[in-house]
């Protein structure tokens, strides 16, 4: 699990910057923020990557009565050169505004960010969108919970259909940032059926096109590139929906 050169990250702890600038690990390994509103899958979706169930020792915790209060890193299970990080939820702070988010959490100091939304956009959701944006930030926009929508309106819509609905609310996010290319960006997932929708094409995507082009050109992006084919091999039998 988490690696113990990196410290732990406490919401009122002034010295976040300090400890991820000093910390050995955040000069070597690349690191992805996991972003959203409290209750939007972050810390289910490092579960669901390291193949945990929310009760495995060493899981991140879920739940609302796990509520993240520090921000902890986690090695991708595929390489551990690759720190993600979970980040408290958004509305976990007093004042929740994406700004004020990013900053506290020195989401500059990230190589790239994973943005998690539980259902239909909202205002938050899409602030915290534009606000990375103008940070010049690379993310990926995570929809999580697709079991849930399947499963509430399979009566009325076949499968496709309630998918299809979902990816467009979602994709108005990401055209109203003007970009024109927001499928590539956007993951319909299921931390509970990591087999299925798009999560096997999060997995390798992350690794593969997440982390920006000036760090691929580093030996431990090298390092990703190289390896990562192989290993995804190995796991990847699900679906994908494009
Ligand atoms: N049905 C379903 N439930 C999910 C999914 N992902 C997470 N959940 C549930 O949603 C609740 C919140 O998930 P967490 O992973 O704790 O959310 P979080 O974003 O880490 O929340 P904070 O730590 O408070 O910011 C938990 O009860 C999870 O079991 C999913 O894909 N499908
Ligand atoms: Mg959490």
Redo the contacts with the bound molecule.
Sequence with gaps: MATSNFQEVNVDDVDIATSLETSEDSKTKLKIA?V??????????I??LQGFE?DDKGA?????D???IMAKPYPHPLNPNVILW?????D?LKHSEPSTYCNTFYIGQYDAVLL?M?GNYTKTDKDLAKELVSRNKPFFLIR?????DLSCRRKKYKENEILEKIKQNALEILGDLGDTDGEKKLFL?????SEKWDFNRLKRAILNELLPSQVKTTSVSENVAEHIDEQIKGTDKGKTMS
């Design positions: 996991l959203g509103e409290t209750g939007s899958g972050k810390s289910s979706f579960n669901a929310d991140a915790g879920t739940g609302y796990e509520k993240a979970d980040i408290p939820g958004l976990t998690f539980k999580t919970k697709i079991d849930q997932i299921s931390n509970f059926e």
